[in-house]
């Protein structure tokens, strides 16, 4: 029995055959996808009409079958008519039934595959983000463990420092009372040495008298102005310099008697000196000539006295400062004056140059007043900055810087004929220095207020301070632990002192507008009423008969 073997034809489709087939495809998914009214309204199938399941999309299953049968050009056309014309009629075919397309299974994948692709970028920057976190918290955990190492080794060494203090202020507790001791020793030392000075002093003076008992006596003796009669006792604190000049070796003049006041003052006149408050007055050596320092940063020279003319005349004016004056102070000769400002310096100024500035002695802070030597060669200044300067005028420098005092120096003055320089400070103290040896030799304590100036009479012995309260204190310098008298002129401020040449009578420029004239035996006083304004400077005339006077008002008051 043989078997016949056939093979089947392959099935060659029209583009009829595949329209009729694709149309068909199309009515069952509309009729699948449309809604139901839309289905009994217009497609009414019939009883025998069975809707078959078709297992995959109509074009995959074309697909499938030209790619079996080979023909790759028609699958080709296929495509190209698919998704060209037949596509787009599908697809508005499902919009005008209300179906929304839902793409094919390659398009999905490619979309889902695109969404894959960036969670995995961005997975990978998340994985790279963490890895960098984890290095940069090792990295802080590591700083973090170094600091808290040093911070506990800092710890360590603070607490044995604290230890180490508390055992050094035990040991300088220990040692205080021995300090204290040897202080009192050298300042016992030292009043000695001064009253031994003095002593010897008042030997020669007594010697010089009774040499030149017959030879009369003129003012300019009294003072040494010769280098040759000049022995440097001591050397200066600081280096010493070529160009720098000893403090010479003075001895005190003689103590001239001089009349009291027996009538009371009165105002003899006054001068409109300036228009701004004057801060300082000072009178010449010889000559009935003030010098006035003013706020207005100009110092002028006023005549008081002369034959032939006009009472109160300006004789000379500078100006140079850059901000308010604060004292002045004529140079022994009386040819130069050196004014002191709020700008920080020191200028002298010579008349035989017509009052030009000669010098000048700068410093950091501001200067509150200036003394000469007796010499003329030494110029001692005090300064905010809690200190007062020794200046060398020979060679313009500083040789000698006073620290003692806690506040502002405010006053500074030299002894009459002595090497002892006396300062006044708002610590409410008063420090009597030498200036051969540049140290404190006594500390007058007693204000319970800052201390405005303090000034020696022409003897030397006795020295008045007064504050800010209005409170004025005589000392004498042989003992200065305790104030022989107190003078009360408050409650406003006292704000400069001045003795009268025998020294027995004192001048007090106080706030409240007057001068106040006090006895220093008996201790009564007596007021002086003439100013509209504080009085800030007081001064006495060479005769001790006249009282001179100038205030915040600008006036000049002359009481005779």
């Known amino acids: 029995m043989s078997v016949r073997r056939t093979e089947r034809a392959p099935e060659v489709f029209s583009e009829e055959a595949m329209r009729s087939a694709e149309e068909e495809a199309f009515e069952e998914m509309l009729m699948e996808a449309a809604p139901p009214t839309a289905v009994s309204r217009n497609l009414r199938p019939s009883k025998q009409q069975i809707v078959p399941k078709i297992p995959e999309a109509v074009d995959d299953f074309l697909r499938n079958v030209l790619q079996r049968a080979g023909l790759g050009r028609t699958m080709i056309s296929f495509e190209e008519e698919w998704y060209g014309s037949a596509q787009k009629l599908m697809t508005q075919t499902l919009r005008r039934a209300g179906v929304l397309l839902v793409p094919d299974a390659l398009t999905h994948r490619q979309l889902i595959q695109a969404q894959l692709d960036n969670v995995h970028r961005d997975t990978d920057l ?78 020669q003076n007594s010697k010089a008298l009774n040499q030149d008992t017959e030879a009369p006596h003129s003012e300019d003796t009294r003072a040494p102005h010769s280098e040759d009669t000049r022995a440097p006792h001591s050397e200066d604190t600081r280096a010493p310099h070529s160009e720098d000049t000893r403090v010479p070796t003075c001895s005190r003049g003689p103590e001239t008697e001089h009349e009291t006041m027996e009538t009371p003052l009165s105002l003899s006149y006054s001068i409109r000196a300036h228009k701004l408050p004057i801060s300082c007055i000072h009178l010449h050596p010889r000559k009935l000539i003030v010098a006035s320092a003013s706020d207005d940063r100009s110092w002028r020279l006023w005549l008081l006295q002369a034959h032939g003319e006009k009472v109160g005349q300006m004789v000379l004016t500078g100006e140079g400062h850059s901000d308010w004056l604060s004292g002045c102070s004529f140079h022994p000769d009386g040819g130069k004056l050196a004014t002191t400002s709020g700008d920080s310096t020191v200028r002298l100024w010579d008349f035989s140059r017509g009052g030009g500035c000669v010098l000048t002695l700068s410093h950091s802070r501001p200067t509150w007043g200036c003394c000469f030597h007796s010499c003329g060669h030494f110029l001692a200044s005090c300064y905010a900055d809690r200190t007062a300067r020794l200046w060398d005028l020979s060679s313009q420098r500083c040789t000698l810087t006073l620290r003692r005092h806690t506040a502002s120096v405010n006053s500074v003055c030299f002894l009459p004929f002595s090497d002892l320089l006396l300062t006044c400070s708002a610590d409410k103290t008063l420090a009597l220095w030498d200036a051969r040896l540049g140290v404190c030799t006594a500390i007058f304590q007693g204000h319970q207020h800052p201390c405005n100036h ?18 004025i204190n005589l000392w004498d310098i042989r003992k200065p632990a305790v104030s022989m008298a107190t003078v009360d002129a408050g409650p406003r401020a006292a704000n400069q002192v001045a003795f009268s040449p025998s020294g027995r009578t ?55």
């Not at 000034?455 to 800010?468: I, K, N, Q, Y």
């Open 126 to 203: 998340l994985r790279q983000e963490v890895l960098h976190a984890g290095e940069r918290l090792l990295r802080t955990q590591r700083e973090r463990d170094f600091y808290r190492l040093q911070y506990q080794r800092v710890a360590e060494h603070k607490s044995r420092l604290m230890e180490d203090l508390h055992q050094l202020k035990k040991h300088l507790q220990s040692y205080r009372p021995a300090l204290r001791r040897l202080e009192d020793t050298i300042q016992e030392a030292l009043r000695k040495k001064m009253l031994l000075s003095l002593k010897k002093d008042r030997v």
């Open 506 to 560: 004192l001048a007090v420029a106080c706030s409240d507008g007057l001068v106040r004239v006090v006895e220093v035996d008996s201790l009564v006083s007596s007021s002086l009423p003439g100013h509209m304004d504080s009085v800030q400077s007081v001064a006495f005339d060479h005769r001790g008969g006249t009282v001179l006077s100038a205030g915040s008002d600008g006036l000049i008051n002359v009481w005779a």
């Open 454 to 471: 303090s000034t020696c009479s022409m003897a030397g012995h006795t020295v008045a301070s007064c504050d800010s309260c209005g409170i």
